[in-house]
Antibody, heavy 115, light 108 residues
């Protein structure tokens, strides 16, 4: 059973950078794809992007200019950075296992963008 | 831009069959996945690659495809099935993932 846990600030100021980390249960990072997905209040799920354990990435074209996903396999972690945030980036952010088809998810963390 | 289209809501009585559709031009060539999300919980994968059920998912959940439409069928709906349901697939290039807008299932 793969376990994932998001961590990071719950409040980010407009124009700043949102940073989240996902910690994966031991040994699970290698050989897999890892994704970030969000759900804004009152809206549906939005795929942000994924990273392969080796470091290659694919981002949602609508967010590509602001997104960076990285991986630290030695720490069993992968991370999300979203720059120049606005209120529209307020959402519950999930990390998940998979690049297409997400079979394990973190519990999610609410990030609010507000001054 | 490419979209997956779901009905916003579906209502069904307990014991009946619910069918939730998802339409997209690339669906004949891309795998489809279905998720259930209940309030304050993370989504759960119900159906993988069109019609495969992960371990632990009840047999009353099934997936199918006809042309550019995929369907999640819930047989013998139970009160606990009331939730939001999302389809997910890739665009025609197979590179970018996307979700449908979601369907709220109400059990009357």
């Amino acid at each position: 059973q793969v376990q994932l846990q998001e961590s990071g600030p719950g409040l980010v100021k407009p124009s700043e950078t949102l940073s989240l980390t996902c910690t994966v249960s031991d040994g699970a990072i290698s050989g897999n794809y890892w994704s970030w997905i969000r759900r804004p209040p009152g809206k549906g799920l939005e795929w942000i992007g994924y990273i392969y354990y080796s470091g290659s990435t694919v981002y949602n074209p609508s967010l590509k200019s602001r997104v960076t996903i990285s991986v630290d396999a030695s720490k069993n972690q992968f991370s999300l950075k979203l720059s120049s945030v606005t209120a529209a980036d307020t959402a519950v952010y999930y990390c998940a296992k998979g690049g297409e088809g997400f079979d394990y998810w973190g519990q999610g963390t609410l990030v609010t963008v507000s001054s | 831009s490419y979209e997956l289209t779901q009905p916003p809501s579906v209502s069904v009585s307990p014991g009946q069959t619910a069918r939730i559709t998802c339409s997209g031009d690339a669906l004949p060539n891309q795998y489809a996945y279905w998720y259930q999300q209940k309030p304050a919980q993370a989504p759960v994968l119900l159906v993988s690659k069109g019609n495969e059920r992960p371990s632990g998912i009840p047999a009353r959940f099934s997936g199918s495809r006809s042309g550019t439409t995929v369907t999640l069928t819930i047989s013998g709906v139970q009160a606990e099935d009331e939730a939001d349901y999302y389809c997910q697939s890739a665009d025609s290039s197979g590179v970018y993932s996307l979700f449908g807008g979601g369907t709220k299932l109400t059990v009357l």
